[in-house]
């Protein structure tokens, strides 16, 4: 059993239809026939959606989405189409909406890992391959790799677990070109940012994508990255100081929460029927403090500044 621990009712706001409420975001349609994209500051671990929120972490999310999506505008282009708040949303909405375009949507989560860890690790420990891919052997929790890989995964719905795939099989799901496409753009995207991490002393460690075909106006389609990027969500974030294979590695990411999730002082069995309990304040402060500090040493940006 798992989902959200108690799933919030969608905000209604006239000129805009509710069409699905995620771990995170809430998404909605204009009357244009957009997509409204709206950031919660919920937070997802273990496939539940905590009882606790984090204070800002939508704002973080997508104020860092943005960013990388100028970063990578010349590799791929991205889904955004406006910053405005629709007419009518509330307040509360600034800093955390993306008016973005409806696309054809590709089911495939398409991850690139750098460095060996979660459930690669899981898989490399039993098989000495992650979704089919041979690794040398000898690789501890935090190796880097021989070089980036693309490991894809179903995607799952709330409550449900991703599953790491085969390339075959996302070929056999998608169609042979357009794997290849995906796989190549998943790892040029993310090299792209792991330089650019590198180069703020950060490692890139994983991260995934999700992308979706657009309409072009010559009849064929193009294939644009959607959703969020290279957040602490949807990407594992290292200091490259305290780097050290063989141990769990410090983050910049929710690995904190899950950490304490699985620790003796929350009291919750993950794999019992119980739903994980509310984080305690001082865990609350620590992970926004986490998602805040990603922000700023990737961008450079100060988060004090942004909100003036």
Known sequence: MSGFVEKPEPVRVPGLTHLHTGKVRDLYRNEAGDLVMVASDRISAYDWVLPTEIPDKGRVLTQLSLWWFDQLADLVPNHVLSTELPPGAPADWAGRTMICRSLRMVPVECVARGYLTGSGLTEYTATQTVCGLGLPAGLVDGSELPGPIFTPATKAAVGDHDENVS????????????????????????????????????????????????????????????????????????????????????????????????????????????PPPALPQEIVDATRAKYLDAYEHLTGLSWADRLR
């Open 167 to 274: 390339y075959e099989t996302v070929a056999h799901e998608v169609g042979t070109e357009t794997a290849a496409t995906l796989r190549q753009t998943t790892l040029a995207v993310y090299s792209r940012a792991r330089d650019i991490a590198h180069g703020r002393g950060i490692i890139l460690a994983d991260t995934k994508f999700e992308f979706g075909f657009a309409p072009t106006e010559d009849g064929g389609e193009e294939l644009v990255i959607a959703d969020e990027v290279l957040t602490p969500d949807s990407s594992r974030f290292w200091p490259a100081a305290s780097w050290k294979p063989g141990t769990a590695q410090p983050s910049y990411d929710k690995q904190f929460v899950r950490d304490w999730l699985t620790s003796p002082a929350s009291g919750w069995d993950r794999h019992g029927e119980q």
